[in-house]
């Protein structure tokens, strides 16, 4: 079973103008003649860590990651008083990868995301093909009604009673409408009142971070509960739910054929409740020649062992 590699420091960092008045966190590390590869964090909103470095070997990879707009490291962060959220869009990330590909004299890269990132990494491969050597894909994401209904309008309910009371109880009784309390936390995410976006803000956050191990982890929730990291995550996620990802229904497995010419590894556990394993399968039938594996025992963090395991295997492979 293999482990993430041993702690590595960034070699550079940067902040880089992608106009919007956006500044995107970006670093290096590793092999700087190594194989290229990017990172993307899952949320959206989530940011990077320390630890997603630890998936490449830095002996044979050029590691990085990018902190997406308005989280993170990024500025301006979307936890202050008076965030826009105006240009935080799936398309404007798509063009933020591409100036920074471009800003680092990459010529293409491995493009690895998981959750919300497979989400973007589809999105970024599917519009610019030739600069993608590899996916490495896990925890399918793509933003389609069922995906949202499932775990923000009520069905993972029967999952998780106990957590989804504490969900919606920020939600007035009038507006716990089926198919409508997505559109309730966006009018309380975005009130300016700390004492309702403050609240709203962590139930948000407490109830994905409950949901992402396959077994309860009290750290995990407790890092994502932190109030400044929640409102941010929140904002942004509620955001690009609110606006179905700027896609068309179903749009990422549509057009699934515009990247069946890349070397792919889609990886899901079984038992993933955030992003459940039927569209990791619709994907991998987009994708026949895609190898595909369903982890039997984890759920949808990175770093539940099956999981961790299959994808160092991936980048192991890739690394050449």
Not at 97 to 123: K, N, P, Y
Not at 223 to 247: S, V
């Amino acid at each position: 079973m293999r482990s993430l590699y041993p702690e590595i420091t960034p070699r550079s960092t940067g902040m880089l103008d992608v106009g919007d008045g956006q500044l995107v966190y970006w670093e290096e590390s590793g092999n700087p003649d190594g194989k290229p590869v990017i990172f993307l964090h899952g949320g959206p909103g989530g940011g990077t860590s320390p630890q997603h470095r630890r998936l490449f070997d830095p002996a044979r990879y050029r590691i990085v990651l990018m902190d997406q707009r308005g989280c993170g490291l990024s500025t301006p962060h979307v936890s202050s008083a008076d965030a826009d959220l105006t240009t935080n869009t799936t398309w404007n990330l798509v063009s933020d990868l591409e100036a920074l590909r471009v800003h680092l004299s990459i010529d293409s890269w491995q493009v690895f995301g998981g959750s919300w990132g497979s989400t973007l990494a589809l999105a970024y491969a599917q519009t610019h093909p030739e600069r993608v050597t590899e996916l490495v894909l896990r925890g399918i994401f793509t933003l389609r009604k069922a995906e949202l209904d499932w775990f923000y309008e009520g069905p993972a309910s029967n999952v998780y009673p106990d957590l989804w009371e504490a969900f919606v109880a920020p939600v007035p009784e009038a507006e716990r409408t089926p198919g409508g309390l997505i559109a309730a936390y966006s009018r309380l995410l975005n009130d300016p009142d700390p004492a309702i976006h403050g609240p709203a803000a962590v139930a948000w956050a407490t109830w994905e971070a409950s949901g992402i191990t396959l077994l309860p982890q009290p750290e995990v929730v407790a890092r994502f509960a932190d109030p400044t990291y929640a409102l941010a995550f929140a904002r942004i996620e509620n955001h690009y739910f609110m606006n179905k990802g700027w896609f068309d229904e179903g749009q990422l497995i549509r057009d699934a054929a515009k990247v069946a010419h890349i070397p792919t590894v889609i990886v899901q556990g079984r038992y993933d409740m955030c992003t459940p394993a039927t569209t990791a399968w619709d994907l991998h039938r987009a994708l026949p020649e895609a190898d595909f594996f369903m982890i039997d025992d984890a759920g949808h963090a990175f770093d539940e062992p099956g999981i961790l395991d299959a994808l160092i295997t991936a980048t192991d492979r890739f690394a050449g």
